[in-house]
């Protein structure tokens, strides 16, 4: 997990953890799934979003820019991605200035034991 936490930007697919590791994507896969009780894509995504949270704290970034910082492929995997664990669009955030409770989302949406 910390891998991923750690580069979840150059990480994209399941198969750039499983060049790190040195293991194959169905022995990560069946490993995330017995010992977390989770789809790895899931994880990535994750750490994704809770970058893209913080990097809005900078007026700077644009939402596109936010985007590709996180390293999602696109714009629309980062709105649906984002909506999705957060519950509003990154648009919408940004205008709430909303604090997330990642552990709680981790907890209900990510690790589904």
Known sequence: M??????????????????????TTATLSREFHRQ???????LIRFYKIRHAVALMENPGLNLNEIADLTGFANRTTFYRCFQQLTGRSPREFRKMEQSVDFERIFREKIIKK
């Open 2 to 23: 910390e891998i991923i936490k750690n580069n979840h930007p150059e990480i994209h697919f399941a198969r750039d953890v499983t060049g790190l590791l040195g293991v």
């Open 36 to 42: 977390l009780g989770v789809c790895i894509t899931q």
